[in-house]
């Protein structure tokens, strides 16, 4: 049961006489043993609402029944009453008199960049360039939505469902139910989807699940509906992005001056590390001497955002990208010529002064991009149908992004991350990891990795359950650290299971199984191999001045879309995409594809379809059929290129490609329907509707 | 029949009809209270969970079923329409037709393949459908988040062309 | 909830006789978020998916009769319809995907009242007539006289809608345009019909107004001979034609002026 209004005081919670109780259980915030807070970064969240309420559809009471229906029936004969109070819902303006919630000025976080002097360089710019982009929520639609089942095994409270990081939802648990990690157990259930929405969420379900199963005494089953999936749970923040720009007369960045500012929603959650990779994205993969960058990720009354694919840098860099070409029009230069003078080479420095020197190419990278997408000879083809066709018109847009990664800067030392690998009685490995399968192939990428790694078979390879009982915390599933950091963990462990079985590092296939098989014959139990997370040599961090390098390894990307937009209805169509990236070694032809493909086709929903329409400051288009993401007939194929440079610190030469796709459709296809329809877009999504206002107001400037 | 108006959701009255139905290929027969849909029936009633529930509305495509030979959204079927009917789920099918979805990337999370699966079988099973619509048309009713539609799509063309190999071969 | 099954049309009649019940026919508009509709699943129907005499498309001399439980997807399969009716295949075919079309009715289209519906504007431009039939009487009822209101239709509780019909005359205009969120499986932002016979221009709007319209205003000043220079000046007719409003999918503001936009183009592209 969740609260009727976005802000207020509950006054009491009301049921329907005539409701037949015997069976039903009813949890609040009394039932919990340890403090009510959700734990991850502040105490700030309760796990259930004890006397006031902070946003719209906000957890209050929990209720379970043996049936279904008789459950329903309870739902619609409680009331939740609440004395409402005025709730703060814009995340771009100062708060009201009274609607101070967080703080002093109820901003979550703020994190800044400074490197070299930005006004002096903006006073000796040619050309100062601004602009502001805004860009909307977003919601994950997993096709499986959160779901939980709870029970206790003796002394042991279990815990299985759908989730990315099983040692966030333990500590979560433990907390709040005042129980020490041997009294609870997280098993990951094979998970259908997550793109972030189930990375701190879960904790909640889980919790609710679990104080419902303790009370009920018996094993209790909680998933979500579509509407109260959509409507309560967490989505991409939405953002507002000002930027500065000063350039010369060809077009060299002087000076980037940028602002950020993300709505977090009614409590902290992951805001902060958020924001964090929103700023370090925000100035794109450009050289640029000075670059100051503000950010801060403000509290209003609305269910928290949270992580959701690109973790905040889809937002800066659309905006970033979609300034580029503004910048280009201002100095009249094509935008792939000024995205090519800007182009970080190898020794040059990020805007947290991180000296670039990968060996990637990144100028070639664009005009392989532009080559393959037939921008050129298009160009001339979409003048003509422009001439020729009453309402047919089609442009070419491009965006240069790239993505850490892996956790920004100090993240994964703070994390310390741990891999076991044992080796079984008949001479196979079993790999020890808490990271899961949610579809992008951890299962299928881990094994092959054992296997090179051990010269074993594949079939000689078995990945243990994530159950927090049986495998180490080698960290959350998310960041596109997997395969990067916990694969080259696996690698690691395998190598240490080799030095304990007094192995050379190149020992492989039959000789290593026949050690193991020995080992346990001799010894009774199975031999373990560990690693434990190391910084790669000479990266290194400083939190506070947010200087130095805020991600051990890039991946580096150009992405083209072309479009047709209908001026009668102006709808947009993309017809054709690129999606070009250096992402290291590639493991998995297939696999990595279809995270590229998955990725862009998201990332084509959010910039032209996806539209959260908030009210109260929640969800409140929240179904399937008011909430539109692409079928398969909205999207052509994605046309998906790898330029591979390996990475020596990575499994196998691999850096993450999870989230990359994420980031650059949005821009790509923005500055696609710019040029197909010579207005200035500013947001996402760039609905028909927006784009109606968009084309009109440039005709009133024009008249 | 009863033409008393009012509330049919009385605890203590018993609604429940029996019916019967194909389901993939057997006969069964079942007990089924009418507020109950095709889906709650195949998952909670008959323990075919193969079958998913993405939206209750008809718009995700991961209850796809087939019924007298077309897939429909079982969210969106009440259980007493399937009497006498022939209904054919996710588990009747025969996992080495899934080889071309698999190796092309057609899966990645699993929670909408039944149902992709469930539609592309079917356009597998008529290819004279590409004579009217595309690919991507048929499938729209079956949505992914995850792949991007692209390994679904090159499954189901490169299973035709290998079914149109195979029909060219003399046997 | 209970669910009376008759086995044929005149015990289906009988029932309703008897009692308000609610017809069933395809599920596509009734079961939608079913789990949680408590009311609708307390709630007495009668189910006419079994009656086979309801079903399938024919075709005599006077025209087409789609039975009461011919579907989408019945209607794409025909090649004749795919011939002479044009536009009843390009609105099936965007009636949300294969599994909607495969179950969803031509006539529980019709009677579901939506103002957003895709079957009732090509059924009305083509001048379709309903069949209604009770325990006691039949009638036909024109389709574009059928809606009283947001959602209210002329049916009575105790009738059934039997058929649609179509008259059999050459259209030389066939024309449908439906502006959605996306291509595949969405809901109407913006839907149009254009026919044009010898009973004259048919101009019908979807989403525009309480229930699919006529926009007659418009069709008189075609049957006049009326040109329109640009789309902006069909607006002062169509404002006395149809109220657009601002919902979750779209504004009012954006539907009136696309669907001055398509118009004006089908119109360009019909001459
Ligand atoms: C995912 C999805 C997508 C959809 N997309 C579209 C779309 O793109 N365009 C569109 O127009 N619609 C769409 N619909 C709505 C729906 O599919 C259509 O309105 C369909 O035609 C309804 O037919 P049915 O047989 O399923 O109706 P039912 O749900 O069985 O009934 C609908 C209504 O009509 C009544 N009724 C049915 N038959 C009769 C009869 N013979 N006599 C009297 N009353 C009757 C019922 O009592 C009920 O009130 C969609 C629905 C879903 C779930
Ligand atoms: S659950 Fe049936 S279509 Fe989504
Ligand atoms: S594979 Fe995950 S939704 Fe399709």
Redesign the pocket.
Known sequence: MRSPVPRGRIREVRFASGLDRSELVVVDHRDLTGPNEVLLIEPDQPVLAADRVRHLHEPVLLLAHPSREALRRAVAAVEIVVDPEPPVLDFTVDPPPGGVQYGDDNVLKRLSIDKGDVETALAGAARIVEGEYRTGAQEHVYLENQGMVAWEEGDVLVVKGSLQCPYYVLKALGHALGRGPDRVRVVQAPTGGGFGGKEEYPSLVALHAALLARKAGRPVKLVYERGEDMEATTKRHPSLVRHRTGVDVEGRLLAQDIEVVLDGGAYVTLSPVVLSRAIIHAAGPYACDHVRIRGRAVFTNSPPYGAFRGFGAPQTIFANERHMDVVAAAVDLDPIELRRRNLIENGQSTATGQVIDDGTDRTALLDRAVELSGWHEKKAAHAELARRHPWRRRGMGLACFHHGAGFTGSGEVVLASRVDVAGLADGRIEVRSGNIEMGQGTLTVFTQIASEASGLAPSAIALAEPDTARVPNSGPTVASRTVMVVGRLIERAIEDLKARLGLPPDAGGDRFAEAIRAAHAERGEAPVGTATYQPPPGVEWDETTYRGDAYAAYAWAVYVAEVEVDLRTYTTRVVDFVALQEVGKVLNETLARGQIQGGVVQGIGWALMEDVVLEDGAMANAQL?NYIIPTSDDVPPIRVTFEETPYAHGARGAKGLGELPIDGPAPAVVNAVARATGTRPTTVPLTPERLMERLEEGRADVA | MSPERGSYADPAVDYHVEIAFTLNGAEVRIRVDPAERLLDVLRYRLGLTGTKEGCA???CGACTVWIDGLPV?SC?VPAVQARGREVVTIEAVDPMRLRPLLESGATQCGACTPGVVMTALWILDHPDLLETHTVRELMA?NLCRCTGYDGIVEGVLEALEATRDTEREPA | MKVEAPATLDEALACLQAAPL???????????HWPGNLEAKAGHYVD?WALDE?RGIRRDAEGLTLG??A??WDAIRDSRIREEFPILVQ?AR????I??QS????????????P?????PVLMALDAVVV?ASASRRREVPLDAFYTGYRTTV?RAD????AVRLPDRGNAVQTFV?V?SRRA????KVGLALARSEAGWRVVAASVAPTVVRCRTVEAALDAGDAFAAPEDLLPLLREDVTPIDDLRSTARYREMVLARVLWHAIAEAA
């Open positions: 059929t | 509305e008809g718009e959204d969106l009713g | 609610v017809p069933l026919a395809g599920g596509t508009d009734l079961l939608v006419l309801l009461a439980l579907t989408y609105a965007q009636v949300g995907a599994q909607i179950r969803g009715t031509w006539a529980g289209n019709v009677v579901n009242a939506s957003a519906a895709d079957g009732v209604l049916r009738e059934l809608v039997v439906k959605g499986q969405a809901i109407a």
